[in-house]
C-alpha cells in the first residue's frame, strides 16, 4: 500500500467520525419523550373536563402530542388525533357530563415516542359527606383497645391462678 492511499485514510477517519457524532446528536435532539406534564382537572359546575400539557420539543414539525385519548369509568369516550402542537405548553378542553365519583383516564402519545397518562376522580362539591370527629372516633377506638386488653389480662391471670391451685 503507498503511503498516499495510507495518509488518504487517516484522514478519511476524523471526517467519517465527525459526520457519525454530528447524526447522533441530530437524532437525540428529535427523540421522542413523554409530556413532562400531562394532567386531568375536572370543573364540576362546567361540565368541562381539561388537559394541560407540557410536551418540549426541537423540531415542532415532526415532534408533537398526536393523540389523547379519554375514558370515562373504564369506556372509551373520546380519541382525538392530532397534526401539531401549537405550544410546548398547552390545555385541551372538553365538556363532559359527569356525575360524583365518576373517574377520567387520559393518555397522550408523542408522534416519536413516549406517552403519559392521568386520572381525575369527579367530586361533586354539593354532594352530602359522612364525618365523624376525631376526638370521638379516636376515643372510640382507645376505649376499644383499652376493654380488649383488661378482657385478655383477666382471661391470663385467672388461668395463671388455676394452674396453681
Known amino acids: 500500500m503507498s503511503s498516499w492511499n495510507l495518509l488518504k ?25 413523554a ?29 408533537y402530542i398526536d393523540n389523547v385519548v379519554i375514558w370515562k369509568n ?6 382525538e388525533t392530532y397534526t401539531s402542537q401549537l405550544d410546548d405548553n398547552y ?4 365538556v363532559i357530563n359527569a356525575s360524583h365519583m365518576d373517574e377520567f383516564r387520559g393518555y397522550g402519545h408523542c ?8 386520572t381525575v376522580t369527579v367530586i361533586d362539591p354539593d354532594a352530602p359527606t359522612v364525618t365523624t370527629s376525631g376526638f ?16 385478655v389480662l383477666t382471661v391470663f391471670i385467672k388461668n ?6
Not at 390545555?91 to 372538553?94: A, E, G, I
Not at 370521638?136 to 383488661?150: E, P, V, Y
Request: no cysteine; net charge positive.
Open 74 to 79: 373504564d369506556v372509551l369516550i373520546r380519541n
Open 9 to 33: 485514510k487517516r484522514k478519511l477517519v476524523p471526517i467519517l467520525l465527525f459526520v457519525i457524532i454530528v447524526l447522533g446528536l441530530q437524532a437525540k435532539m428529535i427523540t421522542g419523550h
Open 91 to 94: 390545555h385541551l378542553y372538553f
Open 35 to 63: 409530556p413532562a406534564r400531562f394532567w386531568l382537572a375536572y370543573d364540576f359546575a362546567t361540565e368541562t373536563l381539561s388537559i394541560d400539557i407540557e410536551h418540549p420539543r426541537s423540531y415542532p414539525d415532526i415532534h
Open 160 to 165: 395463671k391462678y388455676k394452674r396453681k391451685n
Open 136 to 151: 370521638i372516633s379516636g376515643f372510640t377506638m382507645q376505649l376499644a383497645t383499652l376493654s380488649i386488653g383488661i378482657i
Open 111 to 118: 408522534i416519536i415516542g413516549g406517552n403519559a397518562t392521568d
